[in-house]
Structure formats: C-alpha cells, structure tokens
C-alpha cells in the first residue's frame, strides 16, 4: 500500500503541473495584453504629449503659459466649472434624494431621461442648444429683443457643459441613499429633528464620500468638455476659447508647442483627478469595512 501511495505521488504531482501551467499562461497571455494595449492607447500618447511640452526646454514651456489666449482660455474654463459644478450638485441631490426616497408614476421615466446625457452625443446636445437659444431657435427672437446673448457667449457654454455633467452627482449619491435607508432620518425625526437638521447631521454626513466623488467627476468633465462647447461657443480667441478649444485651436495654426504646453495642464488635472478619486475610492472601502464589522 506504501509503495502504492508512493507510485501515485509523482502522477498526481504532474497532472496538477500540467493542470496549473496553461492557467499561469494565460494569466500572463491577458496581463501582457492588458498592458500592451494600455501602452499604446494611453501611456505612449500621454509620454508624448509632455515630450512635446517640453522639447524645446522648460524656458519656452513656461513662455507658453504666459500667453493672453492661454491665460483667458484657463479663466473661462475655471468660470464654466465654477458655475456648472454647484448648479448640478444642488440638482443631483434633490434628484437623488426624490429618486431614492419616494415611490412615485414615472419614476423609471425620470431615471431614463437622467441618463440621456450619457446616450447623447456632445455635439448633438450643443445643436439642441443651437436650436433653441440661437438667433433662429425658439427663444431667439425673444432673447434678441430683450438684448440677452446666450450662444457664442458665456451662458451657452455653461448650458451645454451644465447638460453634459447633470448625471454624476446624482448617479453617484441615488446608490448611497437607497443602501443607507430611512431608519437614521426616521429616528432623527422622532427625536424632534426638523427636514434641515437631519439633512445636514444625518443624510449629509452619510453620503458624503459618494456625493465628493460624484463633483469630482462631474468637475473632470467640465474642465475637459469639448464636443458641446466647441458648437456653441464659436471658439474665439480670448472670448470663448477654453483649454480644449484652445488645444485643438494651436494644433490647427501649427503652435504646437502652446498645444502640447495646454495638453500637460490638462493632463496634470487628470492626474489631480485620478489621485483625488482612488483617496475617496479608499476611504469609501475602509468606511464599508467599519459598518461590516
């Protein structure tokens, strides 16, 4: 029986060799693939984009940032997100809240038409904009009238970047509300809490991880809006030109250098946006953990 049980080690010992190499190579087969196609979509274009920037030294990189267009193009787009990013926070919170706490006809309606901005294009959503507020849309002969400038100026950048990024915040706080549930806000109420208190002490500190990331987002798209932007703004220079525009406007007129230098800003916004993201991704992780346990 020993000499048996011997005999079937080596074979058993084989079979789980032969059984685990194929799986180790295709875990490397699908990492190497995986990086690969990271290599050449994301970080070769990336790497380029701040060799470029910086071919020439960091004395003409810094010259480009000096610029009057560079400069007003920064202004604008740190304006629009200004305006933008409160204006749907306050939006997706009350979505939010009514989504996540009320039953009501037409609920599946309003979660759908939350997500057109997800389903249409950019550039079709600056169009709709076009169409209504331009100088032979709807709303055109009222607002020429009454002197209001909407497109080709600053209140129809801000319409069509505000369409652009309604959903993350609400997207972001609907999961949250709906997993933490009423008790805390019902007891809070039957401890003498009106609607205020327990938003801000009991609602508000709740969903407070989930609702910075859903700015956050929403602050990234803003800065980076082009398709929507670039159809209602008219891309002036100076006037209505944001980083995007500005970009794309340089590479045009053969500046490369002032685009490429652009390009690093925005990228750097990413990076400030990815780091942002994976701290509140973590501290979201560690805060599930506590509940658990």
Request: glycine share 6%; net charge positive.
């Given at each position: 029986m020993a000499s048996l049980g011997s005999s079937l080690k080596p074979s058993e010992a084989a079979s789980t060799a032969k059984e685990v190499k194929p799986r180790d190579w295709a875990k490397i087969g699908l990492i190497t693939t995986a990086v690969l196609y990271?290599?050449?979509?994301?970080?070769?274009?990336?790497?380029?984009?701040?060799?470029?920037?910086?071919?020439?030294?960091?004395?003409?990189?810094?010259?480009?940032?000096?610029?009057p267009a560079f400069q007003n193009a920064v202004k604008l787009t740190f304006i629009i997100a200004a305006i933008a990013v409160p204006v749907n926070t306050v939006f997706?919170?009350?979505?939010?809240?009514?989504?996540?706490?009320?039953?009501f006809r037409g609920r599946a309606l309003l979660i759908s038409i939350l997500d057109v901005p997800f389903s249409v294009s950019p550039v079709v959503a600056g169009l709709m904009i076009v169409l209504l507020y331009g100088r032979n849309g709807w709303f055109g002969p009222f607002l020429e009238a009454h002197d209001i400038k909407?497109?080709?100026?600053?209140?129809?950048?801000?319409?069509?970047?505000?369409?652009?990024?309604?959903p993350f915040v609400a997207r972001e706080v609907i999961p949250v509300l709906e997993e933490l549930g009423t008790d805390q806000e019902e007891a809070a109420q039957t401890l003498g809490a009106n609607n205020w208190q327990i938003f801000w002490r009991v609602t508000l500190p709740s969903?407070?991880?989930?609702?910075?990331?859903?700015?956050?987002?929403?602050?990234?798209?803003?800065?980076?809006?082009?398709?929507?932007?670039?159809?209602?703004?008219g891309n002036i220079a100076s006037k209505t030109q944001t980083?995007?525009?500005?970009?794309?406007?340089?590479?045009?007129?053969?500046?490369?250098?002032?685009?490429?230098?652009?390009?690093?800003?925005?990228?750097?916004?990413?990076?400030?946006?990815?780091?942002?993201?994976?701290?509140?991704?973590?501290?979201?992780?560690?805060?599930?953990?506590?509940?658990?346990?």
């Open positions: 990271l290599t050449l979509i994301l970080f070769i274009p990336a790497l380029n984009v701040f060799v470029q920037a910086f071919s020439k030294g960091i004395g003409p990189f810094l010259a480009n940032l000096t610029e997706g919170l009350c979505a939010a809240w009514v989504i996540a706490r009320k039953r909407i497109i080709f100026a600053l209140p129809g950048m801000v319409l069509a970047t505000a369409f652009v990024t309604l969903i407070r991880w989930g609702l910075l990331y859903g700015v956050l987002l929403t602050n990234a798209r803003a800065m980076g809006e082009f398709g929507a932007i670039s159809v209602v703004s980083l995007p525009l500005f970009v794309e406007e340089s590479y045009k007129q053969y500046q490369t250098e002032s685009a490429y230098s652009a390009a690093v800003l925005l990228a750097l916004l990413a990076v400030v946006t990815l780091v942002l993201k994976e701290i509140l991704e973590r501290k979201t992780r560690i805060k599930e953990v506590k509940e658990d346990t």
